[in-house]
């Protein structure tokens, strides 16, 4: 194998189409970020759209900022943008609550149109809220519906006529396994069964075809790929298939066709509008809108690209560096079946993340041994990829992570 | 009756003892702004806070700003804030989600108290998000729920034996008119039921005392006259002596025990915490922990104590000077038996409000013929009153609002 070289890597950057997109993006000097997978890095753009929704919008228009400011529109309008980034059609996606809230509305959604099964099928490995949401369902239901949860492997042989939603995240929060959407979307409608898709951990990093794949809904967060800053609101998707008669069972005023008549029957609006409950928190909402300009100019095509990129040379730089120290790949070695992010694996992976941090390379940790490093294409450098790799070894020639300092537990997010 | 010359009013804001208080707002000149109980003013100190939030917390510490600037804490602190402006425990209240997720929540968590009973009470001329979300949750669980939905005047009578909850708005969105928590919650008790109090058009402006009142659950909105700004999250109140049998059915994982432990089951954490479901919105919740700010210092009685004088001025002056216009209070006279809060009723109520709004008297309506006037005890001074009265008499004698350019509607909100 030809080793690979700084200068190599410098190249890789000289080269790369997405070189500039790292403008759109402030971050700590001497920081080389791993972690925008857990929040992204803040867009310059951020703050004066902020201080402007605040000083002249919501200071100088006050309630009329909802109109004049058109405010009341954004769920929609920052949907629309997204749906540009996951393969949706304008009209599929809107911004609203959160991941684990926009996934009760669509597994509701989902279980009435399939009266009659009772089961949605997920995996171990996915994220612990999307469960969550199923189980406190199930028990409002009073155990009318049930989660089978079963290993990834075994997803397939879990779905049988009894299964009337696949629940499923993208991404391996942990692993960064990626499964494949439109195979296991086609295996779903095959037997009957819708899918709900978690797109947290890829929308903005990866080239998403919810269309092509013919996905039923979808959810995803704003504060990993696509930067909204922390706890960003999140999206939902629904199929226009499906719009018509899909419905939440969170029905609030901003889902209403007409909220402003102030009626006291709930009516639904037409479409995907309906999908909205409360009031949407607008300052986090304008953050959102704002951090996708990042990805104005760019096609996600070149985006996933990069992220292959910087992943591949990750996985190619750990392999030439760092051997001898026990550090096991966790995540799949062939970046077809791996989103934007890699995970290795050690016995000592909370101490040593602490001294890759206290060196400024922001990673993260994942019981019981996984240490987590996300590459978010739009800000990362392929320079980047080279220092977290020396500072990897580093750290473990010295062994800097064997000291009470590092292993000190504090809360980890 | 002894005319009141603005001399008088002078003298009101002289002695105020809240006068300093209006120096914590921004407001553009020349208005008069009648319209807190929609979207409260800016507090100055939100911009440079939210601005800290953005370029210090989050381009600075990136993931572990929830930790090293404790954004995770920000729903229980923030919270605890709010508990003390309505008569709760610090560890009775927390900030999460919109008002109508929160009520679903507390919805639920009140039917599986008293399972075997069905039927929600609640009124007609309550907010109608709220009757929406009870609506959704009868269709979700089939009907096996009902909304008894009456005349205000009939609550007492509705609440027999198969009521399990009766759920109100503290003060009518349309009317001011205010309910008696006490004795509702007195009555709903006496009859086996439990209650869920709205204080969204309440909370910031009337000295509520839910300990005294022992109301079981309460929610309330963070962007009317607690100043969060546009869409600030909702709170929500659980009783301690419920916090340990109260579940909502929006299991995420901010509700679990140990949420950092990713289990794949849920388990909720111990009291209130447990209310919580999905990542909150940050920028959102710091805009709203800044602005209560404005509350320090102050005490409730006191705010109320001005609500209720500006209020009845504003009563006395429209009765001293718009005799003969049509003008009819539908707000009660009686300040015992009303918000923060004054409306009147006119047939052209929609071009009048926009006539005054182009005078910089910023009020609202309510079809079909309610003008909305909101008094905002913090930053309102009694010479805005008279300003406001003054100029609905001009508005009036002239009949500036009999214009093509104020009947044309547009969005109301």
Redesign the interface.
């Known amino acids: 194998m030809i080793k690979i070289t700084l200068d190599d890597v410098r190249e890789m950057d000289r080269v790369d189409p997405l070189a500039n997109c790292a403008k759109a993006f402030?971050?700590?000097d001497g920081?080389v970020?791993l972690?925008g997978n857990?929040?992204g890095?803040?867009p310059v753009a951020?703050?004066r759209r902020?201080?402007g929704l605040?000083?002249k919008e919501?200071?100088?228009s006050?309630?009329?900022?909802?109109?004049d400011h058109s405010?009341?529109d954004l769920p929609v309008r920052v949907g629309k943008r997204i749906a540009g980034l996951i393969g949706a059609n304008e009209d599929e996606v809107v911004v609203s609550?959160?991941?684990?809230?926009n996934l009760?509305k669509l597994l509701?959604a989902a279980l009435k149109l399939r009266e009659g099964r009772s089961v949605v099928v997920s995996n171990?490995e996915?994220f612990?809220?999307d469960?969550?949401?199923v189980?406190?369902?199930a028990?409002?239901?009073d155990d009318s519906i049930s989660l089978r949860?079963v290993p990834t492997a075994d997803i397939e042989s879990a779905i049988n006529e009894e299964v009337a939603v696949v629940m499923l995240t993208q991404v391996d929060y942990?692993t960064g396994a990626m499964l494949d959407i439109e195979a296991l979307t086609d295996l779903a409608h095959q037997r009957g069964a819708l899918v709900i898709w978690d797109l947290s951990h890829s929308a903005g990093a990866i080239d998403i075809d919810l269309g092509r794949a013919d996905v039923d809904f979808a959810v995803g967060?704003g504060?990993k790929y696509l930067n909204g800053?922390?706890?960003?609101?999140?999206f939902l998707f629904v199929a226009k298939r499906h719009q018509d008669q899909a419905?939440?069972?969170?029905?609030?005023?901003f889902g209403?066709a007409s909220?402003?008549?102030?009626?006291?029957?709930?009516q639904p609006s037409d479409g995907l509008a309906r999908m909205q409950?409360?009031?949407?928190?607008?300052?986090?909402?304008v953050?959102l809108d704002t951090a996708l300009d990042a990805f104005m100019g760019t096609e996600m095509k070149a985006i996933r690209a990069k992220s292959v990129a910087l992943t591949d040379l990750f996985v190619e730089l750990v392999d030439q560096s760092c051997q001898g120290f026990d550090l096991d790949l966790a995540s799949p070695r062939q970046s077809v079946s791996r989103g934007s992010q890699v995970s290795l694996r050690h016995d000592e992976g909370y101490p040593i993340v602490q001294a890759l941090?206290a060196r400024g390379v922001?990673g993260?940790f994942?019981?019981p041994d996984i240490l987590r490093f996300g590459f978010a294409p739009l800000y990362l450098r392929y320079e980047n990829v080279w220092t977290a790799v020396e500072t990897l070894r580093e750290v473990m020639i010295t062994r800097a992570w064997d000291s009470p300092e590092f292993r000190r537990r504090?809360?980890?997010?």
């Open positions: 402030s971050l700590p920081v970020y972690d857990s929040l890095a803040m951020v703050p902020v201080e605040l000083r919501w200071r100088q006050l309630v009329r900022g909802w109109t405010w009341i609550d959160s991941t684990s809230v009760h509701v171990q996915n612990p809220t469960l969550y949401i189980q406190g369902l028990w409002l239901l949860l942990r967060c504060y800053g922390p706890g960003a609101p999140a419905q939440s069972s969170l029905w609030g005023w209403h909220p402003f008549e102030f009626d006291t029957g709930y409950c409360g009031t949407p928190p607008i300052l986090s909402l953050a941090i922001i993260d994942r019981a504090g809360v980890v997010t």
